[in-house]
């Protein structure tokens, strides 16, 4: 089995909360055969307070380090790849589901803020052949994406290197708790996770918060590398006016990718985008 990279290696948790289940004593099989009487293996169940379970399973031989009743981050320690059980070689199987039982019915979910063949994705449903790696926030970058309520912040806007305006807009709060930059003419709302700074809607009539829209929609607050690239979305009512934006607007009532405009940003150094 010592052939197998994945063999041994470490298994974070996916998740924050609780650990509800665990197996670990089972031992692991030779290649190529399986324990057909034990299903999952040393297995972990863990209850994500939005409501849902994660079931991982496959773990080696008394390698899980974690216990019932343990609470723990998103990227804990929680044991090491094996090959027991129902297992023909090394890996591990990750299922999402609404109950605590082992082989519970699954239920459709997606990976949250990765690398997908080289290119972040905010959420990503993979498919065979696809090369995944996790993401490591930066901290410097959260922490300058962390916008207490009531700071003011100052852009200016330019055009070949000429200024041609510039805008105050100050953080604040809706009552339902997202959070927008307001600029005295417009809203513009965004959140903030570990790994990723995004805008969502804007209203009003604010140009300035438009261009700010348009130019960074979404930002992984990872470690930049330069070259890498992620995509994104925007309203189409961003992008168009007048009678080209109604054209846009009720043709997506046939076809929804019209009400949207593909984005991807890129960085081009440690401290510059390219959209």
Known sequence: MKDYYAFQKPVLSPVRGW?????KDLADCATGSVDQDNNWGNCVVLYDERGFYVEISHFAQNSIVVNLGDRIERGALLGRCGNSSYSPQPHIHVQVQL???LGAA???????NLNVDGEFQAESVPVEGNALEPVASAASLVQVFTFPLETQLHFTMMEKNRVIGQI???VRMAVDGSFYLDSGKGKLFFSRNEDCFMFHRLEGNEPALALLFMAMPKLPLTTPEIGQQWNDYLPISLVTTGLRR???????SFYSRLASAGYTGQWESHDRLRV
């Open 246 to 252: 109604l054209l846009y607007q009720f043709g997506s």
């Open 99 to 101: 109950t605590p039982e």
């Open 168 to 170: 105050v807009a100050t």
């Open 106 to 112: 699954t239920v459709p979910f997606s990976f949250a």
């Open 19 to 23: 650990v509800v289940r665990v197996v």
